[in-house]
C-alpha cells in the first residue's frame, strides 16, 4: 500500500468518527500512545534543544528569530485574509512583508508594527472555519502533537504556502536543507517560549493527555463559532450546562 | 403518559421554584473582581512580607473569592452523583489544597502586571455573569482573562476562571473524569493522586 493510500483509509477512518469531542474506542487508545511516544521524543530531544536555545541565546535574539520565522509566514497570512474576505487586514499584511523583508533585513526586525501596520495572524485553518467546515475529530499526529482534521489540512496547506517551500522547490539541491531547517527553528523558537507552561502543567495534571486535548479542544471553540450560522455569545461557550447537576 | 413521569416532573417544577434568583447586578459582579484582583496584586504579589506570610494571605483570599464546593462538584461531572458523602468531602477538601498550592506558585506570573476591564456578557443562569478581562503582556498580544462569577444574595464569588478561550473548570473535569475512568480505584485513586501532589515539594 502507498504512502498516500495509507493516509487516505486513516483520514477517512477519523472523518467517520464525526464529534470532535468524542474520544474513545481505538481512536483514544491511538492517540494516548502517540501522545506518549511525542512526550519520549519532547523529553530527549525538543525540550534538550528548546533550553540549549535558551542558553545560548539572549531574550531580544530570540525576539528577533520569532520575528523573522512570522516573517516567512506573512505572505501565508495574506493569502487567508484575502480568502477570508478582509481586505483591509490583506493589505496591512502585504505591505509588513514588503517592509519587513527589506528594511527589516530579511524579517529579523518588525519594523512595520512601528509604523502601525499591527501583525494579525491567521492560517488556512481559520479560512476553513469561516467558511463552516467543521473541525472533525481530534487525533495526535506524530511528532507535530495535537490535531483536529481541519487544522491538520489547515497546517499542510500553511507549510506549503510560505516562500520557504516555494524556494526549496525551485533549487533541488537546497529543498531539504531549507524547508528542515525552518521546521526545526520553529519548532525550538516555539517550544522554547512554552518551557515553563507545559512543565507547569504536566506536573499539576491526574491525566496530562485529556488535560491537552480539553485545552486544545476549548481553545478552537472561538474559531469554530465565526462561522455565521454558530456564531455566539463570548463566553457563553463556556456555559455549564444543565446536565452537568444531573 | 406514565405516572413515573408525571411524578417527576411536578418533583421536576417544585425544585425549580427556589432556584429561580434575581438578576444578577452586572456592575456590583464587575467591582467583586476588581476588588479581588487588586487585593491580590497589591497584598499578595507585590507586598513586601515572608513567602509564607504571602502564602497565607493567598490562601485566605483564595477561601473567600471562590465557591469551591460549586466548582468541586462540577468537576467531578457525573462521578459527584455516584461519590458518597464521604468521598465528595474528601475531594472538595484535596482539591481545595492542591489548587491554592498550585496558584500561589502561578500568582507570581502577574507581577507588575495589571488586567484591563472589558463590560460582561450574561450567562444562561441568571445569578452568574462573565466578567471580561484582558492582562497586557510583554512582547506578546494581550492575554484574555474571563471571570464567571455568581451572586448569592450580596455574595459573590468566583465559578471559574477562563484564562485564553481554556475555562479551568472545564479542563479539570475533563482531565479527573478520564483519570477516574481509567483508575481501578475509581474516586479514592483521584484523591490519593491530589494528595500526592499536594504532599510534593
Known sequence: MSKKKIVAVILAGLALNTSAYADDGWLETYNRGMFDFNMKADKYVLKPLAKGYRAVTTPDVRLHVRDFISNVKEPSFSANHLLQGNVDKTFVSVARFAINSTLGLGGFFDVAEGWGLKKSETGFDETLARYCVPDGPFFVAPLFGPFTIRSGVGYAVDGVSTPVYWGAMNDKNYSAKISYGFAALSAISARERGLELLDDLEQNSVDFYSTVRSAYLQNRQKMNSICASTNAAPGYDFDFDDEDYD | ?201
Open chain 2, 1 to 201: 403518559m406514565k405516572i413515573k413521569h408525571l411524578i417527576a416532573a411536578i418533583i421536576g417544577f417544585l425544585l425549580m421554584i427556589p432556584q429561580a434568583h434575581a438578576e444578577i447586578d452586572a456592575a456590583k459582579a464587575e467591582n467583586f473582581i476588581k476588588k479581588t484582583t487588586q487585593e491580590g496584586i497589591v497584598e499578595i504579589i507585590n507586598a513586601k512580607a515572608s513567602t509564607a506570610e504571602r502564602d497565607a494571605r493567598f490562601e485566605k483570599l483564595f477561601n473567600s473569592a471562590l465557591d469551591l464546593n460549586y466548582i468541586g462538584k462540577f468537576v467531578l461531572g457525573r462521578n459527584w452523583k455516584t461519590a458518597s458523602s464521604e468521598q465528595r468531602e474528601r475531594f472538595i477538601d484535596a482539591y481545595r489544597k492542591f489548587n491554592i498550592k498550585t496558584w500561589s506558585k502561578r500568582f507570581d506570573e502577574f507581577k507588575g502586571k495589571e488586567f484591563i476591564f472589558k463590560s460582561t456578557s450574561p450567562s444562561r443562569s441568571a445569578d452568574q455573569i462573565f466578567v471580561n478581562t484582558v492582562v497586557p503582556m510583554d512582547n506578546a498580544d494581550p492575554a484574555s482573562v474571563v471571570w464567571r462569577v455568581e451572586q448569592k444574595g450580596d455574595n459573590f464569588k468566583i465559578v471559574d476562571i477562563i484564562i485564553e478561550n481554556v475555562s479551568l473548570a472545564i479542563t479539570a473535569r475533563n482531565e479527573y473524569t478520564a483519570f477516574i475512568k481509567k483508575s481501578p480505584d475509581g474516586i479514592d485513586g483521584l484523591i490519593a493522586d491530589l494528595e500526592k501532589k499536594i504532599a510534593q515539594e
